[in-house]
């Protein structure tokens, strides 16, 4: 296990995520098809945190949001925001860096479908809570979608009844940690107008004044 990222590229505790993934790699060999480290600043201000790898984008690629549809708003706001060097993620190899920001998934492997069971959320809960309790104090966590949320919120100990998921909305979660909500920036929600631009750009401009707050 990586201590530093908290990350277990060698993780078989769920199952048929585990065979789901042996299957993946016999059918497309030149694929990652293992469980997909988080990647960025060690000492993030910023920890963004996804659903899980995508098939042909980190599944494929072996970096959070690299190669899919997802990551294309993703690193262009990151960029524009002053959280990268540039705006496009294409490979591990394309001379991308993070500053001051880290991305990871609330589950670290492919799931069939894009849907974690809420056992296999569960069990890879704790990667998240290292991750977590590795943060300094007036770090920002920006939970991408719902099942991130409840994820993040598990980590904690906290219930999502208490602190719903809202868009753009920021929740103190701890006397160190700041949570905020956005739609997932998934192919569907942004070609179906649910997260813009000018949305998610929105939600960057709050992060960023609680930073520097």
């Not at 469980?35 to 984008?57: E, N, R, T, Y």
């Not at 998921?165 to 949570?179: E, G, K, P, V």
Request: aromatic share 8%; hydrophobic share 35%; with cysteine.
């Amino acid at each position: 296990m990586d201590k530093k990222l908290n990350f277990d590229i060698n993780c078989r505790r769920c199952g048929r995520l585990a065979t789901f993934l042996d299957e993946v790699a016999a059918e497309y060999p030149g694929y990652h098809a293992r469980p997909v480290a988080p990647f960025g600043d060690s000492k993030p201000q910023l920890l963004i945190v996804g659903l899980a790898p995508g098939m042909h984008g980190a599944n494929a690629s072996g970096r959070p949001f690299t190669g899919d549809y997802a990551g294309i708003l993703l690193y262009e706001t990151l960029y524009q925001f002053g959280f990268s060097n540039q705006p496009e993620s294409h490979s591990l190899n394309d001379g991308l860096q993070l500053q001051r920001c880290r991305i990871t998934n609330a589950v670290k492997c492919l799931p069939p479908q894009n849907k974690p069971t809420g056992e296999e959320i569960k069990t890879c809960n704790s990667f998240l809570r290292n991750e977590l309790n590795g943060l300094a104090r007036g770090s920002v966590i920006l939970a991408l979608g719902g099942i991130a949320h409840g994820a993040v919120l598990r980590a904690v100990n906290l219930k999502v009844k208490d602190y719903p998921f809202q868009h753009n909305r920021a929740h103190s979660i701890s006397d160190t940690l700041t949570l905020v909500d956005s739609y997932h920036c998934s192919r569907y929600n942004t070609q179906t107008k649910r997260l813009t631009a000018p949305m998610f750009h929105a939600v960057f401009e709050h992060i960023s004044k609680i930073i520097r707050e």
